[in-house]
């Protein structure tokens, strides 16, 4: 299962909450670099799949390997010490610190682990010109578009050079024209980075940017190799 190139797998996921079943056995391989793109409908389960490949939960059952290393089972000090290393996150809006510039949001993971306040924001700010908010270091959350405060957290995301970045729907709360031009820099300064991107999205012109999509039905894979396998839906198999 766990292919040389594999950078995260998840195997026989399962989750609940209560009565209601988020995940229902799903086999997922992230290749190192690639971008993959999990679609679905609201309430399938793509953000229950996200949160328990990137530690932010636990499965009920299943397995979660990085680099071939199993990390559900980690205990909350040192998943949240791996989310900070090996990972970083794009979310719908609200991330950022509404208190701290921008360089220092972006620089905050840096600080986290700790580099000194200097060395983090000077680090941070060769972010800035890449993405486009060259002049924009000491604005606050409020004083940023909200195209910009999405830049600001992809900057944020990438500053720790992880080997995944979780993205969910990142372009939800951005009007088409700038959700696509978000889309556009994350995909391309993942790529350059050499992170894999796990990008969920509800958007077909979004997922079209990633290198595969996968379809999330009900708590299962649809549209992927290990669901039309075991026969549970091979609906949309034929998308790779
Ligand atoms: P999606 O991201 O595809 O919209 P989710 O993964 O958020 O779907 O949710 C999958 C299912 O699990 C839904 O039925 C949702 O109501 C339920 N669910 C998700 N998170 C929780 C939670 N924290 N508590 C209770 N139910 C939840
Ligand atoms: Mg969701």
Redesign the pocket.
Known sequence: MNTPSAVLTGTGLFKS??M?R?LAGVDIVVTAGESLAVM??????????LHCLAGIERPDSGEVLLDGERVDQLREPARSELRRTAFGFVFQSGQLLPELPADENVALPLMLGGMPRRAAVEQARQWFGPLGLQGLEARTPGQLSGGQAQRVAIARALVGKPKVIFADEPTGALDQATGMEVIHLLTDVSRRQGAALVL?THDANVARWCDRTVE?RD?RLAGDQAAAQTGTDAKAGSRR
């Open positions: 909450y209560g209601a988020a679905g409908p609201s309430g399938s389960g793509k953000s229950t799949l969920v999330v708590g």
